[in-house]
């Protein structure tokens, strides 16, 4: 979990400056006392410019990021929106939020949305897809994005895992009509919370900038209080503090990337040759952010003693195997949405996605590796998979 790994001087200074040119916190106006320091904004267009996308909104959380999208698509009641069964629960909680229908499409041996299983799914009702790029993995987003066009149907992507990684040389999360983005404390970049939403069309930003604002427009013909609204909306604001974190924070992704590139790469190096372990699949032309090391074994109780031979070593797994009812839609009961739409059966719902889940572990990357974190996960997955090694 990086982010906050190489919290730093950089982000203090990019504070400071707040509080030297007016302490103005607020993203809007009191333009005469804030010293021309408006650092959401400033934020917003670095890191649209990063990503290759023309706009880009930042949002209180990922989650608001995921709502406000759906909102300016229009998504509403009698709409179906199909996302991912391996996802965390904010992805169907926007869905349900916006009052459409979630539905969950299984996944494939990539960890991410089938896009065969995805073909099956969509309906007349169906207004978007959300895919996900699980633990720093691209989806396939050339073939889920020619699906998506062949229907009309707006693509969105949650790169709340993948932001700094891309497919094909382009960011994720400007392969969509939009993208969205977790910037909370375990993430690859982080403002502590937050969010923010990449858009590919100035009407959907225009909208969700509204939306996100209770419907205001900033409209600048009048001052704020007297502002024109076209919509009403929620309070999803980013605040200035946030905003200072995230430009300090942003102008370090692509070392936290490669970081977490390289010492992922160390730990696959020192367990690759043990037998019983296979790579999770990754598809051509990914620059993963490597969020984590994943791999499948025998069975779920395999992957349960790999876990707990690396606790006993003193290190970790990370959402599989112990966590992933968090992540998982077929554990999903305490929404009744979604299960009225499988069938009101959530636990048989998505079988091949739970044949791959069971028999995954994922291993944490960060940018700090301890030195000896390689050979230790050797010794603990050789124990757990009951090989004849001899423990050093």
Not at 53 to 80: F, I, Q, W
Not at 336 to 354: K, R
């Amino acid at each position: 979990m990086p982010g906050y790994e190489v919290m730093g001087p950089e982000e203090l200074a990019e504070i400071q400056d707040i509080f030297a040119r007016g302490a103005i916190l607020f993203r809007h106006g009191f333009d005469a006392l804030r010293g021309d320091c408006y650092k959401v904004r400033e934020f917003e267009q670095a890191f649209a410019k990063a990503m290759g996308s023309p706009h880009a909104l930042a949002v209180s959380s990922g989650t608001a990021a995921l709502r406000v999208g759906l909102a300016a698509l229009g998504v509403g009641a009698g709409d179906e929106v199909i996302t991912q069964s391996f996802t965390f629960v904010a992805t169907v909680e926007a869905i349900i939020e916006s009052r459409a229908t979630p539905v969950c499409a299984e996944i494939d041996a990539t960890l991410n949305m089938d896009p065969e299983d995805l073909k099956r799914r969509i309906t007349p009702r169906t207004k978007a897809v959300i895919v996900v790029h699980m633990l720093g993995t691209p989806s396939h987003l050339p073939e889920i994005k020619a699906i998506c066009d062949a229907h009309g149907i707006a693509l969105i992507e949650d790169a709340a895992w993948g932001c700094g990684g891309s497919l094909n040389g382009r960011a994720l999360g400007s392969w969509g009509r939009l993208g969205t983005f977790s910037f909370d404390f375990a993430k690859t970049m982080t403002t502590g919370e937050g969010g923010l939403v990449l858009f590919q069309e100035q009407a959907d930003w225009a909208r969700g900038a509204a939306w996100h604002d209770h419907g205001h427009e900033n409209n600048p013909a009048v001052p704020r209080w007297e502002d024109t609204r076209a919509s009403s909306g929620f309070n999803f604001r980013m605040m200035e503090l946030q905003g200072a974190v995230g430009l300090a924070q942003l102008r370090k992704l692509p070392d936290i990337v490669s970081a977490q590139r390289r010492n992922r790469e160390l730990l696959w190096q020192a367990i690759q040759d043990l037998p019983g372990i296979t790579p999770r699949e990754v598809p051509a032309g990914s620059y993963e952010t490597a969020d984590a090391l994943v791999f499948f074994v025998h069975d779920n109780a395999t992957a349960r003693r790999c876990r707990e031979a690396l606790l006993a070593r003193g290190l970790a797994t990370k959402i599989l195997p112990e966590a992933y009812t968090w992540h998982f839609a077929g554990t999903w009961t305490h929404m009744p949405e979604l299960a009225a739409a499988h069938g009101g059966e959530l636990a048989t719902a998505f079988p091949q996605s739970a044949a791959w889940l069971s028999r995954a572990v994922s291993l944490p990357v960060g940018v700090k590796l301890r030195e000896d974190a390689p050979a230790l996960a050797r010794q603990a997955l050789t124990e757990a998979l009951q090989l004849q090694e001899v423990d050093a």
